[in-house]
């Protein structure tokens, strides 16, 4: 059986108000189809002041829901003083199925250490959430292509090995619930993506290093940086490729209209 490819989007630092969020919310729908492998799983990341109000929609709770719901970050303890912060418990109490750690932005403006990240992907696994952890490499060089595909490997693997750390040892399905999205850090924002040939590279070597450092086997792992309606089928097409990760484009309407009809075109 293939594995489900999932379209998450992620929505980051917008839209402004609440009346923005439901309109846009009204876009995202799978096409109806009777064909199980088609249907792909949708998830919005949306902020966390619009979760309460989105996760009461019927569209997006309940097992036949169209959209899943995914938070942008969370706090790795359950309970305690932390001004600001929103716990795993809070998160699945809402109904929040996805969570987002160790965006780049987070890490670079927030300050985020892999310290931290790997803190917040044990809790949330032991919560039973499923985590979209963000890796990639800052810059790569096309002049030197070989020789810097290979520094973003040993970039990312040092990356998962302090990201997941003690993994290991949770009893859950982690490989079920955990999603790895290679987002190179150079190709976010919407000028470029990466080519969809280096990025199945990438792919295929998280994969392998899932598998033989960690014994994680099955994880899905996703393309973002740069994803729109005119490159995902690029992306989706190759089966090692799971899902995509897409910021900007998830907030227009035609392009997320465009992106789940094209995705759902493909198996
Ligand atoms: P863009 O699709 O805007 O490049 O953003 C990618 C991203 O950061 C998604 O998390």
């Known amino acids: ?14 839209p402004q108000s609440l009346s923005e969020a439901k309109r846009l919310l009204t876009n995202y729908k799978r096409p109806i189809t009777n064909n199980e492998e088609n249907k792909k799983e949708i998830v ?30 969370v706090f790795y303890e359950n309970s305690g003083a932390y001004t600001g912060e929103i716990s ?45 952890l963000c890796v990639g490499e800052p810059t790569r060089s096309i002049k030197y292509k070989v020789e810097s595909i290979k520094q973003a490997k040993n970039y990312i693997k040092k990356q998962l090995e302090k990201d997941l750390k003690k993994v290991s040892n949770i009893k859950y399905q982690v490989s079920r619930n955990l999603i790895v999205a290679y987002e190179p850090v150079w190709a976010i924002g919407g000028s470029h993506s990466d080519t969809p040939e ?29 994803v729109n309606s005119k490159n995902i089928g690029d992306f989706l097409k190759r089966p090692e490729i799971d899902g995509a990760l897409i910021g900007h484009a998830s907030l227009k309407v035609e392009e997320v209209k465009k992106i789940i009809e094209i995705a759902s075109k493909i198996v």
């Open 44 to 73: 919005v990341a949306s902020p966390s002041v619009y979760l309460v109000y989105l996760s009461s929609l019927s569209s997006v709770v309940g097992r036949k829901s169209s959209v899943k719901l995914g938070a942008q970050d």
């Open 1 to 14: 059986m293939s594995v489900k490819k999932i379209l998450i989007f992620n929505w980051k630092m917008a």
């Open 88 to 132: 795993p418990k809070m998160l699945k109490n809402l109904g929040v199925k996805y969570v987002i750690i160790g965006h780049s932005e987070r890490r670079k403006y927030l300050g985020e250490t892999d310290e931290m990240i790997n803190k917040k992907v044990l809790a949330v696994l032991k919560a039973g959430l499923k985590v979209i």
């Open 198 to 226: 280096d990025a199945l590279e990438m792919i295929k070597y998280i994969k392998q290093t899932l598998n033989s450092k960690f014994y994680i086997l099955n994880s899905r792992v996703l393309y973002g940086g740069s």
